[in-house]
């Protein structure tokens, strides 16, 4: 029968091995902490409540946007103004004026089909002139659903794909809405889950040493983070062919961009033959496959197409079962072969 001494030695035990767990709660309630660390012991509390004031008859409804409201980003007692560029109120009264922004603000608080959002949020960057203005404007009024726009952090969550910078904008806030439901004890909104992640950043990599490496851990040891950000690089790399993939790798993994080929060609020469006649080539090996293949489908002749998957000794084989290493050159030929079997059947 345990003891209560064994029992808690479990649990201590179970405890240290258990995987780190991303609470974005904890970081937003360190928020100050970062910004102390970066602004030179300075939190900005009484400014971030005099804008939010400023902004919440915005928020609701009540009024438009003025330029008033955005020159107010940029005053002393906010963080802002050492980041960003103040812009000049002339030429900005006579943009937003000209793109009608403070109506397409108004409007964008009651829009949620995608569509209709982007088309708002492309008219109030065309009005600001750039996503940054945009992104912290919008962070200010609706926070709820949109933030500053880190392109850090941006890159971080993998957010690198959208086909236009509206789009990426609106990916950027929908992943980080997502993150503060799924990465935090208490559901955070947009803008908070932006902070925390940047207060994240900053503990961990400008932090404390001792706790430079706890905080590592609870991000890239996270499950559902390593899940996610796997996810979105496959999200990011759907538009690229398999072949495309490869030949990225072929400067920092000579083996993996080769192997991704091979399989590429495999699959590819079962493709042409078909399910029963593949089968039916003796064992189905590859080297019978190419033998199986119709004059038509070979670029040069069946001997090359051979020494593509053998290689005097330097093939597929050597290199999946017994570790062989290949230079990038062999790897680069390797690849270019099967895009030349490739565009020769396409």
């Given at each position: 029968?345990?003891?209560?001494?064994?029992?808690?030695?479990?649990?201590?035990?179970?405890?240290?091995k258990?995987k780190?767990?991303?609470?974005?709660?904890?970081?937003?309630?360190?928020?100050?902490?970062?910004?102390?660390?970066?602004?030179?012991?300075?939190t900005?509390?009484?400014?971030?409540a005099?804008?939010?004031?400023?902004?919440?008859?915005?928020?609701?409804g009540?009024?438009?946007?003025?330029?008033?409201?955005?020159?107010?980003?940029?005053?002393?007692?906010l963080?802002?103004v050492?980041?960003?560029?103040?812009?000049?109120?002339?030429?900005?009264?006579?943009?937003?004026?000209?793109h009608?922004?403070?109506?397409?603000?108004?409007?964008?608080?009651?829009?949620?089909?995608?569509?209709?959002?982007?088309?708002?949020?492309?008219?109030?960057r065309?009005?600001?002139?750039?996503?940054s203005?945009?992104?912290?404007v919008?962070?200010?009024?609706?926070?709820a659903?949109?933030?500053?726009?880190?392109h850090?952090l941006?890159?971080?969550?993998?957010?690198?794909?959208?086909s236009?910078?509206?789009?990426?904008?609106f990916?950027?806030?929908?992943?980080?809405?997502?993150?503060?439901?799924?990465?935090?004890?208490?559901?955070?909104?947009?803008?908070?889950?932006e902070?925390?992640?940047?207060?994240?950043y900053?503990?961990?990599?400008?932090?404390?040493?001792?706790?430079?490496?706890?905080?590592?851990?609870n991000?890239?040891?996270?499950q559902?983070?390593?899940?996610?950000?796997?996810y979105?690089?496959?999200?990011?790399?759907?538009?690229?062919?398999r072949l495309?993939?490869?030949?990225s790798?072929?400067?920092?993994?000579?083996?993996?961009?080769?192997?991704?080929?091979w399989?590429?060609?495999?699959?590819?020469?079962?493709?042409?033959l078909?399910?029963?006649?593949?089968?039916?080539?003796?064992?189905?090996?590859?080297?019978?496959?190419?033998?199986?293949?119709?004059?038509?489908?070979?670029p040069?002749?069946?001997?090359?197409?051979?020494?593509?998957?053998?290689?005097?000794g330097?093939?597929?084989?050597?290199?999946?079962?017994?570790g062989?290493?290949?230079?990038?050159?062999?790897?680069?030929e390797?690849?270019?072969?099967?895009?030349?079997?490739?565009?020769?059947?396409?």
């Open positions: 029968m345990a003891t209560a001494a064994s029992s808690n030695r479990y649990n201590r035990h179970f405890a240290m258990a780190p767990k991303l609470d974005l709660s904890y970081y937003w309630g360190r928020f100050d902490d970062a910004l102390s660390g970066r602004y030179e012991g300075e900005f509390k009484a400014g971030f005099t804008i939010k004031e400023i902004y919440k008859d915005v928020r609701v009540k009024r438009r946007l003025t330029v008033g409201d955005v020159v107010a980003i940029f005053n002393d007692d963080p802002f050492l980041d960003w560029t103040k812009p000049d109120p002339e030429r900005l009264e006579e943009r937003m004026k000209e009608r922004v403070a109506d397409a603000v108004y409007r964008l608080r009651d829009r949620s089909d995608d569509g209709g959002v982007l088309e708002l949020i492309s008219q109030i065309y009005g600001f002139g750039d996503l203005l945009t992104a912290l919008l962070h200010h009024v609706y926070p659903r949109f933030a500053m726009c880190s850090h941006a890159s971080l969550l993998y957010i690198v794909n959208a236009t910078v509206p789009k990426f904008y990916e950027y806030c929908e992943e980080l809405k997502l993150w503060g439901q799924e990465r935090s004890t208490r559901q955070l909104d947009v803008a908070e889950t902070f925390a992640l940047w207060t994240w900053r503990l961990t990599y400008y932090g404390r040493n001792e706790e430079r490496k706890k905080n590592r851990d991000f890239f040891k996270d559902w983070v390593q899940e996610r950000r796997a979105k690089i496959a999200y990011a790399l759907k538009e690229l062919g495309d993939i490869a030949r790798y072929l400067d920092t993994d000579a083996n993996l961009a080769a192997i991704i080929a399989v590429e060609f495999e699959r590819s020469l079962r493709n042409l078909g399910a029963e006649k593949a089968t039916n080539a003796r064992n189905g090996r590859v080297m019978d496959l190419i033998d199986e293949l119709p004059v038509e489908a070979v040069r002749s069946r001997k090359e197409l051979k020494h593509l998957w053998v290689r005097d330097r093939g597929r084989n050597e290199v999946i079962h017994h062989l290493k290949l230079f990038r050159n062999e790897a680069e390797i690849v270019n072969e099967v895009v030349e079997f490739f565009a020769h059947n396409s």
